[in-house]
């Protein structure tokens, strides 16, 4: 299922809720981080006057923005972790230096090297065009805005990459491409009409001098997150309830009802919950009395009761979901 700008916006929204503190503090450490590399070439290489000092100022360059953008992953990885309901903190920031960088360092440089080599034969039309030559220099405009809509295009089936990594250790960057591109096929679009619906709120947030960015960037973020989790289908699975709203497992609180809640009464699609009395379509319960359609219970006194007691993906039952305090996974064995 395809969710519009709309629907992901509103699942954003419910999920930010008593976690904005958290992930603006974070974003103004970001912010902080970010301006101190910004001054290390500045700082460190007053004179820039002979070759030396200009290529080691390009390298301190180079290292700062490499840095900047392994912090900036960080804030993905906190607002994953939020969603699904896991532990996250500030401490997040260092994710992607704790969990082979090098990967995502390949994807960056990946990403440089495509917008480089389109813009360049606009580089050199509008550096040899001077301001005497017109025609080149409107040549070189043109190859510009190519450049820029080509590039697009091509770093927007990259989109998914950075997610894909955090959520898999072991993916290398090139892996990652392959799979991004196939999700993203069909979904540029999309995932471009979202970004672009956020441009009013962010000229609103410019014209706050910046400060209302601390809570637009965690907002727009969370939104492109819920687009990934969209995209690979995780939230179509079956503990997920109101795609609209947020009010199940995603986007809210009740998340942590899916993996670890017991002692619900009278409730109805609860997945990996204990101790349910009188619900219907459980899912992975245990102790269940007066349900119906339960699959993977134990001690159910009722009809179509299929599997065994606490099942978490034997073969019998089919597509349980959740294991019994796990934070982290849920499981799609069937």
């Known amino acids: 299922m395809k969710r519009t700008s709309r629907e992901l916006k509103a699942l954003a929204r419910n999920a930010l809720k008593g976690h904005y503190a958290t992930l603006i503090g974070a974003t103004v450490l970001l912010g902080i981080f970010t301006f101190i590399l910004g001054l290390l070439p500045q700082t460190l290489i007053r004179n820039s ?3 030396f000092s200009l290529i080691l100022q390009f390298i301190v360059t180079l290292i700062a923005g490499v840095l900047g953008y392994l912090l900036q992953l960080g804030i993905t990885a906190m607002i994953l972790r939020m969603i699904r309901g896991q532990y996250f903190g500030v401490g997040d920031l260092l994710y992607a230096f704790q969990h082979h960088p090098d990967r995502f360092i390949i994807l960056g440089i990946i990403e440089i090297l495509i917008s480089t080599v389109l813009q360049f034969p606009a580089d050199i039309c509008l550096y040899n065009a001077g301001v005497n030559n017109i025609g080149l220099a409107m040549l070189g405009s043109l190859l510009m805005l190519a450049a820029s809509i080509i590039s697009l295009i091509i770093l927007l089936g990259f989109a998914l990459c950075e997610m894909l990594m955090i959520d898999n250790e072991d993916l290398g960057a090139i892996d990652s491409i392959r799979q991004s591109f196939a999700l993203m096929s069909g979904n540029k679009g999309r995932l471009f009409y979202i970004q672009l619906s956020f441009f009013g709120l962010a000229l ?7 400060i ?3 809570w637009l960037t965690p907002y727009m973020l969370t939104t492109e997150v819920f687009f990934y989790m969209d995209v690979c289908g995780e939230l179509d699975q079956p503990h997920y309830d ?6 199940g497992n995603y986007g809210g609180n009740e998340w942590n009802t899916y993996h670890t809640n017991g002692y619900n009464n009278g409730s109805a699609n609860n997945y990996g919950n204990g101790y349910n009395d009188g619900s219907a379509n459980n899912y992975g319960n245990g102790y269940n009395n007066g349900s119906g359609n339960n699959c993977g219970n134990g001690y159910n006194n009722s009809n179509n009761s299929y599997g065994n007691d606490y099942n978490t993906g034997s073969d019998s039952g089919s597509y349980n979901y959740g294991q019994s305090n796990d934070h982290d996974s849920y499981n799609t064995e069937a």
């Open 242 to 247: 109101d795609p609209y709203t947020g009010s």
């Open 212 to 214: 209302g960015m601390l």
């Open 49 to 51: 006057n002979n070759p």
């Open 204 to 210: 609103l947030a410019i014209l706050s001098c910046g």
